[in-house]
């Protein structure tokens, strides 16, 4: 009888023994638990990001945009500029656009060339003589002048037609830039360069005007 109550004493001390370990991992386990839980908890989220729309490489006045122009970058929200674009495939750049510049409306031929201009009108011009129109920059302000290519007048009389001109865009250069003239002195309007500017509401109809009829040139103003 001794020997068998010895026996349960024995196994009520072993089985007390397992019940303790298992206790204190059980509590070491909950123990790790909660203090990689309240890491997690305590660790920043990821900031939020928007993708925005940016030249992959350096693009020149007048290039036509294509997929491969583009690419895009995650910023954060707040950083995305006013009027981003997102569809550009086919639009022409009236601005050069350096690698990682965003790409924005204003930098595109469109109707958005004269914001910030509001007495202004985009009217596009075509200059018979391309390098006189290569020396121009978006920005500069110049002076209209237009000559009738059939006049017999001495001097050629010169008209002003607009006194101070914005450039807005500088579209590419066409294939054969030179002038195309022909023996009763008109220009083709497939020489030359083509030019975007903008003009105040009463001279859009003398510019339009000369733009079809007459020899345009420019001048810069004092």
Known sequence: ????LGTLRRTTRQLRRRVLTHRRLLAGGLALTA????LQAARPSPPATAALIVARHDLPAGAVLSAADLTSVAVPPDAIPAGTVRRAAGRILAT???RGEPLTDLRLVGPALTQGHPDL??????LPDAG?????????????L????QGSDAPVAVTTVAEDALVLALPAADDGTAAKTSSTGVTSALGGRLVVVGVIESEVDRVTSAAVRDFLTYAYPH
């Open 146 to 149: 237009a000559t009738d290519p």
């Open 35 to 38: 203090v990689v839980l309240g």
């Open 121 to 126: 009108v985009a009217v596009p011009i075509r």
């Open 132 to 144: 006189m129109a290569a020396l121009l920059r978006v920005g500069d302000r110049i002076r209209l």
């Open 1 to 4: 009888m001794t020997s068998i």
């Open 96 to 98: 050069p656009l350096h």
